[in-house]
């Protein structure tokens, strides 16, 4: 078990200083907002106030920062706890393309991403908690999905992770807790509130405790005009809404909330049919059917595809299928989500017919696997 575990985390650090996308600079700047600018609570508005010739406003707008609260607060933290050389980290927010050919750029990126390894390991301690197979490890060593995002692309998808799987951890033990961990995810991305009706025990409660933790996070910002206007509704949430069957001329049937009411009902009629962690995938992998998603968010589901592999063998050609189309996926977007994180300029040549024919294969796949997981528990 030990040497899959220095494996997983020798394979992060070499992959650390040499991968790089400009999406780094995001949540980062957030952070540098609040740790250098003392913005805590003016963080959202502070490139709306400046003169409108600043270098800050002309790179990114007033509508570029559009995460939830805890993204900025948490790499304030990493900005104050790490030795990051400022001078290169601030060349690196005005100019990435300059910063790159500066000395030491290896070494920022190396810091910059160094968090995501602690938060990973947080998630390993926990999936071993939940399942002490001897596969988890192993399994977690080469998460490909995980690592692209943190490790290559330096994205925070792994704080999502991290809720996730404390949500599972609580889940059998403390719903309620289970609640306040998708409530601290939700900090990060909206996304893990659609979760909370899925919590073993009393719906009402965990709904209410999660949604009552969110709003203790987001409170302080509520009065911010661009907070409400670029983060509190992000435009990535409306992605959710794009696959629709029209009905009338203005009228449609939302597919993802098509799926996401049957899911609800079927927890609520038949919840023993599935482990009580398959519900919460089963969220996810409608998400990832009905929605164009941004390629690091595929990490969310590793944790769960972990655990349906060690419980049920049987279900690793479905696995298999889901990860090849999610790769496909990955290489249909710019060569800065695939090739480009390691300096090759080179695009999959991908029709949109092919790329579409993947999705409904993950569609297909996903809804196969949570048939074939019912049938299990029958």
Not at 301 to 321: E, M
């Amino acid at each position: 078990m030990k040497k899959w575990i220095l494996a997983g985390i020798v394979f992060r650090l070499v992959l650390m200083p040499f991968t790089s996308h400009p999406d780094i600079r995001g949540h980062y700047l957030g952070g540098y907002l609040i740790a250098q600018k003392g913005a805590l609570l003016g963080v959202y508005d502070y490139i709306s106030r400046l003169p409108r010739a600043d270098q800050l406003v002309r790179l990114y707008g007033d509508d570029f920062l559009v995460y939830s609260p805890l993204t900025y607060w948490s790499h304030a933290v990493f900005l104050k706890v790490l030795p990051i050389p400022r001078q290169l980290f601030e060349q690196l927010i005005l100019d990435m393309g300059n910063s790159a050919k500066m000395p030491g750029f290896a070494y920022l990126l190396f810091l910059l991403k160094l968090p995501y390894l602690f938060i990973d390991l947080a998630i390993l301690w926990l999936l071993l908690k939940i399942s002490n197979h001897r596969l988890v490890p192993v399994l977690w060593a080469f998460n490909l999905p995980l690592i692209y995002s943190a490790f290559l692309m330096g994205q925070f998808d792994v704080f999502l992770v991290l809720a996730f799987v404390a949500a599972i951890y609580f889940s059998s033990r403390r719903p309620v807790l289970a609640a306040v961990c998708l409530a601290l995810g939700a900090g990060f991305k909206p996304f893990p509130l659609f979760l909370l009706p899925f919590l073993p025990g009393s719906k009402i409660k965990n709904v209410v405790t999660g949604l009552l933790a969110y709003l203790l996070i987001i409170t302080p910002y509520l009065a911010s005009p661009a907070y409400r206007q670029y983060a509190l509704l992000a435009q990535q949430t409306d992605k959710m809404w794009y696959a629709k069957i029209m009905v009338a001329g203005s009228q449609y049937l939302p597919l993802f909330m098509v799926g996401f009411v049957l899911l609800f009902w079927l927890h609520y009629y038949f919840s023993k049919r599935l482990p009580y962690w398959a519900w919460p995938m089963s969220v996810l992998l409608l998400f990832y059917s009905v929605t164009h998603y941004h390629p690091q968010w595929f990490a969310w589901l590793t944790p769960f595809l972990i655990l349906t592999f060690v419980n049920f063998k049987k279900t690793l050609p479905l696995l298999v299928a889901l990860l090849l189309c999610h790769l496909v996926i990955v290489l249909s977007f710019d060569s800065s989500l695939n090739f480009g994180l390691f300096g090759i300029n080179y695009a999959v040549p991908l029709s949109d017919q092919i790329v579409s024919f993947a999705r409904g294969a993950l569609a297909a796949s996903s809804l196969a696997l949570v048939v074939l997981l019912s049938h299990e528990r029958a």
